[in-house]
């Protein structure tokens, strides 16, 4: 009789719990996000350079950040380029991308090759113009040699495809240098 | 019975003539041949074994790199450039190349030290020993190597006075020949490669259609009219127009066409030296044109009509300096980046100059190639991503006079690096020359007060490196 009680005042709880949970989960925003799930981080955060594109005055400054980062490489890559997306996606973004614009993956082949995996909203809805274009390709690039050791190419692809151009101008169709890069941000660094 | 004196002369006569007598008969003309390549134009001879042409190798690879050969018994070893290795043998009709077997089509042969390979091989034996692309033209004895050829088009633009303009991308030297029913033009010294169709139709009358050929004699355009044509050639030989006699436009800038353009009874002969030449002129390429239109400025302001404007004005200003400008695009249609490169390289300029427009950022912007860092090309063929690696110091010549007299006009410039083809592709000096408003408006791009002072300070920018650019090797 007791065991009966215990049973149905169990039932009657677990009820009651998942009543109060449908209704907490109605009340979410019904907005769903685009972005690919991240993966989780944990851990204490780092101190990362991240080059920051401005378009006012054509420049990339190179810029301390302190973001958690995973400790798998090709993630920690993946995370780097987030953290400089989400400053480009801020209202007062120096240097605004098209809505939807992400990276969808990073690859990190050996000896010294990064793969960069944009998708379509990214490269279609880019401003045109080479300097617009070559600071995109220089922020990202160079992001992620300044803070992953070893990289000596980097590729970016749009929806994994080799693609001609950004948007009109900054070629894609093959690899960058990092070295070459380099020199370039140096160039990028100082105001005209 | 002693010889009279003219029993002797007639004995002699007759011996002179019995010892002359193979030597008057006509030899066959010794074929050569003719190959085209941006280091090189020579000729070497094409000889005949077991009915087939076959061409000394050596003498083929020598003027395009460094060769050594090596003959042991029966087997030849060839090495190009230090680094690629091939071994022949006597009677078989395999080479190996780098370690790995490549078919001949017909026995090697070995003469002494001098190996002789078939002709009809080169098309696939010299791409492996290159490591570029090699077009062999069997009818007209002819192989192009690498982006050696001279393309061209042929339109007959809407008029009174019907005109076929031949454009070419490099300068060419015909022959002509009136023949029943229209006119032969024949180049036995220029690369002239076939169109993308070997017969054109022009939709006009009075010249309906030409027809791209190759002989022997080399390559071969014959324009049909029913009438008589007269063909003139413009200053710098890469435009020729054929016109019906007697109709020629008063004002042509050909020259007039009652002067033959070569004398057809000279021999044709290719070069047998490097003719690369530079002249100080310049490729102006208004970028973007046809479905690539560039950065939409506006709803009706496009990058690809603004460029177009700018190198119209800017020729001009380039012209009235007395400096010869190549326009790549003159009306809204497509070009690769590929085609504008190979254009530009074939014409051999001082200077290539892309022009772009934006509505981002201030005053103009000067690009150079951004190539892979320590970039460099070794022997006679140029890797298509970095061949501007060896030009890159006139390039950074060119911008840094062009920058300086923007500047002086105080308009703001600013010199970078780009990953922006084809300026990589480019043999020459080769920039991108963004152009942005001064102020905010980006309207102003399509202001001509704005084109035209840009465009004198570019002008006066090319003009004032004359010196350092005009001497490129």
Redesign the interface.
Known sequence: MFAAALLLGTVLGLSAYAWHMRGKAATLPLAASTRPVAPPISGPTETVTLAIAYDDAGLIHLQSAQIPLPSSRQQRAEELLRALLNIYSDRASPHPLPAGADVRAVYLVDPGLAVIDINSAFANGHRSGILPEELTVVSLAQTLAANLPGILRIKILVDGQQRDTLAGHADLSGFYDAAALGQLTTQLQSAP | MPWTRSARNFALIAFTLLIATPRLVPAPAERKLSVYSTAANYSLPIVQRDGKDYVGLLELLDPLGTVSTKAEGTRWRLRYNNKIQAEFTAGSDRVRIQGRDSYLGAHFLLEGERGLVPEACLNTLLPQLLGGPATLHPLSDRILIGDAGTHFTATVPPSEHPSLILQFSGAVSPTVATEAGGLRLTFPRDPVVAPASPTLTFGNKTIPSATYSESNAGAEIFVRSAGPLVAGVSRDNRTLTVTPAGSLAPGSSVAPPTTPLVDTSATPAPPNAPQISRRYFVVLDAS?GGD?R???ISSSLL?KDLTLAFARRLREQLEKLGITVLALRESDVNLS?DQRAALANANHAALYLAL?T????R?V?L?TA??????ENRGPFRAW?TAQSAYRSYSLIAAAGISSELQQRQI???S??????PL?NITEAAL?L?I?PQGSEAAQLASPDYQQAIAAAVAAGIASVRDKLGTVP
């Open positions: 973007h690539d560039g950065e939409a990058e980046l772009h934006s509505s981002s950022g005053g912007r690009f951004l190539l892979p860092y320590g970039a991503d703001p410039a600013r970078l690096m780009a990953p922006q083809r990589g991108a963004e942005a």
